[in-house]
């Protein structure tokens, strides 16, 4: 009896960053925190030390916002910057989000190119 060895094709760089980018909006958590973020000045109260359209939505808001624990908001917002769906910026001991909108468009091209 022969064996016959089966040879797949390495994962190239673009298809695991689509895979990344599936399982982060697999939630929808994550995809609220998405919309909540394109347009953080309307869905979050004033921040005292970051702007809403330069540096996003400071983490305390957005755990308050979705109703849940801190560490499970510090999980939502890692998978969604593992992403690279959102950027975080510190100030003044917070962190803010933001969309990245760039690597957003990307992933678009990606989907539309399947």
């Known amino acids: 009896m022969s064996s016959t060895t089966i040879s797949t094709p390495p994962i190239d760089a673009e298809s695991t960053e689509l895979e990344r980018a599936f399982k982060a909006l697999a939630s929808a958590r994550r995809l609220q925190i998405l919309e909540w973020l394109k347009d953080p000045a309307a869905h979050f109260p004033p921040q ?10 400071c983490n305390m808001y957005i755990t308050d916002k979705l109703g849940v624990s801190q560490p499970a908001a510090s999980r939502h917002m890692k998978v969604l910057l593992d992403a690279g769906l959102v950027i975080a910026t510190p100030r003044s001991g917070y962190v803010y989000y933001r969309r990245d909108t760039e690597a957003i468009a990307r992933l678009t091209g990606q989907l539309a190119a399947l």
């Open 48 to 57: 005292e030390h970051g702007d809403p359209v330069e540096h996003g939505a």
